[in-house]
């Protein structure tokens, strides 16, 4: 099934996933405010931030990565061919070997924690008095989140090929859940409790890794899954998952592994990774909406082709995930650039969090934005190489991507500061997503070119559009709504972004976009049904 009814079955389950997203990522930007507040950009959050990055590395390469593009194809496939027993064996045996192989790598990390935050961060970070020590404290502490997230993510596969979306997207919102009433609810005592405020949110991570995976238990219990004590590593299906997991870790790791570049350049500036990591986290809340939901969706549906041998399946289904991701994130790409400063102004601007602070973040913002469509297709196109077969090809890409990226990073540095950083891994992005959109072509023989370059073209001139309606509203408003509290704030960038998106939405109808009608339905069916 390809066209209307298939990209509609697609926003769908995209839907189902994005508006779980949304409130995940929305919440994360909560806790971002919040840790904004209470820390700024000093000393304090760049320790927790590059304390954060041992951990989060893996997590997101469990969570949305390696995990997803290996465990996935083989769940679905045992699925639809052997049928569920043989389905949760497999279940079985992925949990309980992330349980052994992430439990090690936990130890592993907590010997060798000073060694590994070192090789994370420049000479100057440990110049500063206590900084060094600090972020080591608090990595050891965040570490067992590895094994937490790992065993969640398992669940997220096995209920993403089961047709769940909305709860697997929704647990990682947990975890913000857990680092928001700690810093509303237990920050205040710190002193009392005899504890630093950022050793207790380290903590609360470690709660909201746990809450994460806890909230998927109950749907796959109704779903017939039993954990039992039982681990076969000779197991055929497990094998798979792990020959697919060492390389798909590697093939998917780009992002990762290039904002990790860029947090031990950063560290060479005070404050630095912290802009950069406030940055990237306004723009995982549209990469999470419009290239994971999307994804997400996709996978499965992709893995059920590439059993049955469907190859035009597959590509029909990847020109739809591309397609609905374009029409989405296009758009966000060009507001987040016209609208970056009074966005990070009004989410982070206060207490410790200065407006020098905010202009360095927006710039970040900026810069970051231009690579959100590599990263969306990276999303969706990397993971359909395995469930292909062919995890050898984003490997390969990835590896000569980071390369790209930390050839860019020593160019563009010197020149730009962080800045640079930023827009090197945009440029690194949009290198990997290329390069696996063409492999991938040559691969399903098309990737109905036509179609995609015709949808793209219309969805950049009415994207142009709603740009310059968003920058003259952004101009225009602050001599009519004048003021600087935050509810002024509020509303002026609402009316902004309300008008830019009439715009979008008239200029769309003009040139006929049909993608547009699909992302507004999914949109619009999935929030009503929120509300």
């Not at 590697?250 to 947090?263: D, K």
């Not at 970051?368 to 969706?380: E, H, K, N, T």
Request: proline share 4%.
């Amino acid at each position: 099934m390809s066209g209307p009814r298939a990209t509609g079955t697609l926003a769908r389950s995209a839907a189902s996933a994005g508006v779980a997203t949304m409130a995940s990522r929305v919440l994360g930007l909560v806790r971002e405010q919040l840790l904004a507040a209470l820390f700024g950009a000093g000393n304090v959050m760049d320790a927790y931030v590059v304390a954060f990055r041992v951990p989060s590395l893996l997590r997101d390469l469990f969570a949305e990565g390696a995990m997803s593009a290996a465990f996935v194809p083989t769940f679905t496939r045992t699925l639809t061919i052997e049928g569920k027993p043989a389905a949760w064996r497999l279940g079985t045996s992925a949990v309980n070997a992330l349980l052994v192989t992430t439990g090690s790598l936990v130890i592993l990390g907590m010997v060798f924690t000073e060694p590994l935050v070192r090789l994370l961060t420049a000479a100057d970070f440990a110049l500063v008095p206590g900084k060094l020590a600090l972020t080591v404290m608090l990595a050891r502490i965040m570490l067992p989140l590895l094994t937490l997230i790992a065993i969640a993510a398992a669940m997220m596969g096995m209920l993403n090929s089961l047709h769940h979306f909305f709860v697997p997207a929704l647990s990682p919102a947990m975890f913000n859940v857990a680092t928001i009433l700690c810093a509303i609810a237990v920050v205040p005592f710190a002193d009392a409790i005899g504890m630093q405020p950022i050793t207790l949110i380290a903590i609360s991570t470690v709660a909201g890794g746990t809450a994460q995976l806890a909230i998927q238990i109950a749907p796959l219990r109704r779903e017939g899954f039993r954990w039992r004590a039982a681990l076969d590593w000779r197991d055929e299906a497990l094998q798979h998952v792990l020959r697919l997991m060492g390389p798909g870790t590697i093939g998917l790791a780009a992002t990762q592994v290039n904002l990790a570049v860029n947090q031990l350049l950063a560290t060479r500036e005070i404050g630095a990774a912290s802009w950069l990591n406030y940055a990237f986290r306004i723009m995982y809340l549209p990469i999470g909406l419009f290239g994971v939901s999307i994804g997400t969706a996709v996978l499965p549906t992709v893995s059920r082709h590439s059993a049955e041998r469907n190859i035009a399946g597959v590509r029909h289904t990847i020109a739809d995930g591309l397609s609905l991701m374009m029409m989405l994130n296009v758009p966000a790409t060009v507001g987040l650039f016209v609208l970056a400063t009074p966005i990070v102004r009004l989410l982070f601007e206060r207490r410790a969090f200065t407006a020098a602070d905010t202009a360095a973040t927006a710039a970040a913002v900026q810069l970051y934005a231009l690579g959100l469509l590599g990263y969306s297709i990276v999303r969706i196109v990397s993971p359909t190489f395995y469930a292909l077969g062919k995890n050898r090809t984003p490997v390969q890409v990835s590896a000569v991507a980071v390369g790209v990226n930390a050839a860019l990073n020593i160019v563009l540095q010197p020149a730009f500061g962080f800045r640079g950083l930023a827009l090197g891994t945009s440029l690194a992005a949009f290198f990997n997503a290329t390069t696996l959109l063409v492999l991938l072509r040559r691969e399903l023989e098309g990737i109905n070119g036509r179609r995609l370059g015709g949808a793209f073209l219309r969805i950049a001139i009415a994207s142009a559009v709603m740009g310059v309606t968003a920058a003259i509203a952004d101009r225009t408003l602050p001599f009519v709504l004048t003021g600087s509290g935050v509810a002024l704030q509020a509303l002026r960038l609402a009316v902004s972004i309300g008008v830019a998106l009439l715009a979008l939405a008239a200029a769309a109808r003009v040139l006929r976009i049909r993608e547009f009608d699909e992302a507004f339905a999914m949109v619009a069916q999935r929030l009503g049904r929120g509300a």
